[in-house]
Structure formats: C-alpha cells, structure tokens
C-alpha cells in the first residue's frame, strides 16, 4: 500500500493565485514527521516546510503553509501567491520515528505558474 | 554555509562498469541519506551513514555500496552497472540520526544524474 499518495499529476495556476497540493498518508506510528519538497528542473531538492505529528499548530514558512489535519491522514501544502518561479514538481514525504531515518517520498505534483 | 554538494553532476558509463558518486554534507552534518530516483519507481532510499556506519538500509542489491569518512564526507559505488541504474542519485544531509524527527530534516544536493549506455 502507498504510504504517500499524491493525487494531483499536474497543477495548472495563475500568478497571484493561491494553490493546494494535495497530500495523503498511511502510517499506524504515532510520532512521525511529514515534510514539503521543491524540485526545480535543475533537479534539487529543496526543503519547504515540515510538520511533527504531535504539532498543535499547522506549519507555516513564508508563504508556504501545511494544512494538517490528522484524523484524516492528510497533509496538504498551501501556497499562497504564486509566483512564476514556484513552476516545478512538489513532493510530500514522511519520516515515521520508529522505522529509522528513510524518508518516503510520494509520486510528486508538477505544478505550473502562468503570468 | 555551503550546502550539501555532489559531484560529478553528470556521468555516462556503459553497462558492466562501476561508477563512484560522492557527496559533501553541509558543514556540521553528520548523516548523510542516499536516495535513488528515476521516472518509473519514483524516490527510492538507498542507504543512510552515522559516524561511518552504515545505520539503514533499503531494498536493493548488493551492487549498491557507500561509506562515509571520518569528516562526514560520503561515497556511493555501483557496481556492474545496468541499463536499469540510469537515474538522478541524490544525497541528504541532515544534523544526527536521534534526536527529534524536526532536527533531522534533510536538505538535499543538486544530484548526480547517471547515464548507463
């Protein structure tokens, strides 16, 4: 079973707009971690946001922010004023705090910012 | 500070070779996380290293072996290369292995991107 589902492919957005891209997890582990990646075509992988599962409070880093809602297992990352430079493919992955240190990536979403 | 650096960025090799890939963590980083991703299966972990040691592992052959050195420096090797190792390799660097998920976030290098012919 996936414990990552991304279900958005691509993601179509107009510069100003706000966006969510959707994130699912499956894990029976009580304490993990859940975490945003940016990769660029240059194909680096940059942090965005992360958020602890015991975490009162959603995550939020400039003008990225994670809507955390436990109970149904989802992670969805909000950003909000797109800007034509936030075109790249976004993955959600986790970090479960029992099962060492491998992050689980999901399939990624493309996402793509027009002027 | 400089961030988690990779070389080569590219390399073409033909099948049967090997090929080392190496990585520098951002300075005072002492796990270093391997990470294999191609367009079919998606990221992949491959390995991770703590103080030289190798602390995880995840499901591939043999073939694929690393090591970290003393200054936290890393190496993947992959031996007997097959069509089916093209693939962007990534490294990760992050603070410890224990501690809080949120001290171990790991930050990523550019990738070296392998071509096996």
């Known amino acids: 079973a996936q414990k990552i589902t991304q279900t958005q492919p691509g993601m179509f957005v107009q510069e100003k707009e706000a966006v969510t891209l959707d994130c699912t997890y499956d894990t029976s582990d009580p304490s993990y971690g859940l975490f945003w990646y940016k990769q660029p075509s240059s194909g680096e992988m940059i942090f965005l946001i992360y958020?602890?599962?015991?975490?009162?409070q959603n995550a939020t880093e400039g003008r990225y922010s994670l809507n955390f809602q436990k109970a149904r297992k989802s992670a969805n990352l909000v950003i909000s004023a797109s800007q034509l430079g936030d075109s790249a493919m976004y993955f959600c992955a986790m970090r479960e705090g029992q099962a060492g240190t491998a992050l689980i990536f999901g399939k990624g979403t493309t996402l793509s910012v027009s002027s | 500070k400089a961030g988690v650096t990779q070389t080569p960025r590219y390399l073409i090799k033909t099948r049967g070779q090997q090929v080392t890939l190496s990585c520098s963590p951002i300075s005072g980083h002492r796990s270093v996380s391997w990470y294999q991703q191609t367009p079919g299966q998606g990221l992949q972990f491959l390995f991770e290293?703590?103080?030289?040691?190798?602390?995880n592992k995840g499901n591939f052959p043999g073939r694929f072996s690393g090591r970290q050195f003393s200054n936290s420096r890393s190496e993947m090797n992959v031996s007997t290369l097959e069509l089916g190792d093209s693939a962007l390799y990534l490294c990760?660097?992050?603070?410890?292995?224990?501690?809080?998920?949120?001290?171990?976030?790991?930050?990523f290098g550019a990738g070296t991107r392998l071509s096996v012919l």
């Open positions: 990760a660097s992050s603070l410890a292995m224990s501690g809080g998920l949120a001290k171990n976030i790991q930050y």
């Open positions: 958020q602890g599962s015991y975490d009162q």
């Open positions: 290293y703590f103080s030289e040691t190798q602390r």
